[in-house]
């Protein structure tokens, strides 16, 4: 597109990446081919007789639900340390192509605990992917720990107490070279409401953890009005469906509340509301793109002016949980 070196050069900061959508289909097999690993069969599911028809199927998700189905599947594949450590290398260096020069990540380390997977094997590889980054491609990086809400809170409240014990978020370490500042809720939305959640974001809070959730993706805007009041949620994740509810809108821009991967529908509305927001990659193998391909899906969609995208780009700045003076370097 006419603006994509426009669009490139602008200092991106990511807020809603989850590291395990950066698992291709060509990485999954690759993976579980090293791993020895069997994915399901091809007589089962068609779509994994090749990472063509694989790469094919991802683009006909019906919803997030069919989404995901694939999304935990394909995590089987990933095993060691260094697998951890590569899927991460594998979205820095795209996101630093894409000029990334901050980037808080999700990650959901229920999704490999279930599989028997220790926490620290998960944390450290993409802590040592973080600390490698900052180093080789000059990006900031913050990871956030997600719960999957569809999974009885009692296996979250577990995964929270086994991080702040085994001392992996930033807050609470030792002297260690951690990366963890906050946490986040994420997975199947409908019927898994945030107030389930609340008792744990309420501790997270005493201890300093920030706070973040997926909120009016699915979900009707009472699930970002859940998450502002029971989570103490500093940003919502998607929140598209606030569009919908003027009231909350009002509140949202009054406390500042930043919107993470909007996608391109209410983009004009929010815009002129004043609702804060960046633009995500979400989960890049799943659906099309980095970054930058959704900040040139966004101009080609409403062609905004060099002002709107300023306003873009220091909104997402600022709605970053780094240092301040990360920042002003950034601004
Ligand atoms: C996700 Cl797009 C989306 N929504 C909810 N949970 C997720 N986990 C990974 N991607
Ligand atoms: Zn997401």
Redesign the pocket.
């Known amino acids: 597109t006419p603006h994509h070196s426009l669009l490139a050069a602008l200092p991106k900061c990511e807020h809603h990446l989850?590291l395990?959508?950066c698992l291709s289909p060509s990485l999954t097999f690759q993976l579980a081919t090293k791993n020895n690993i069997t994915l399901p069969s091809p007589s089962s599911d068609a779509a994994y007789t090749s990472v063509e028809t694989l790469t094919e199927r991802y683009k006909n998700f019906s919803d997030?639900n069919d989404?995901?189905g694939y999304?935990y599947r394909a995590l089987d594949a990933i095993i060691t340390q260094d697998d951890f450590e590569m899927l991460g290398w594998e979205y820095f260096t795209t996101a630093a192509k894409d000029g990334v020069k901050h980037a808080e990540v999700?990650f959901?380390p229920q999704s490999h605990t279930a599989r028997g997977i220790a926490l620290g094997v998960v944390v450290s590889g993409f802590n040592a992917a973080c600390k490698r980054a900052e180093k080789e491609l000059d990006i900031t990086s913050k990871l956030i720990m997600?719960f999957l809400r569809h999974l009885p809170v009692q296996e979250s409240r577990d995964t929270m107490q086994a991080a702040v014990e085994e001392g992996y978020f930033d807050i609470t370490t030792k002297g260690q070279d951690r990366t963890i500042a906050g946490v986040g809720l994420?997975?199947?939305?409908v019927g898994f409401r945030p107030e389930l959640f609340g008792e744990m974001f309420m501790e997270a809070e005493k201890m300093g953890i920030r706070r973040t959730a997926?909120a009016g993706?699915e979900g009707d805007p009472t699930y970002i009005s859940g998450a502002l009041d029971t989570l103490h949620a500093e940003r919502i994740d998607?929140g598209i469906r606030l569009v919908e509810d003027t009231k909350l809108m009002d509140r949202v821009i009054k406390e500042n509340i930043m919107l993470t991967h909007v996608g391109e529908l209410p983009i004009r509305k929010f815009l002129e509301e004043g609702v804060k927001f960046s633009l995500n990659s979400?989960?890049p193998a799943y659906f099309g793109g980095y970054i930058l391909n959704n900040y040139c899906a966004v101009q080609n969609a409403f062609d905004l002016s060099v002002e709107e995208w300023k306003v873009i780009v220091q909104n997402s700045i600022q709605g970053s949980w780094c240092e301040q003076t990360r920042k002003d370097e950034l601004l």
């Open positions: 989850h395990e959508g997030l989404f995901l999304y999700f959901d997600c994420d997975s199947s939305e997926h993706e998607h979400d989960d």
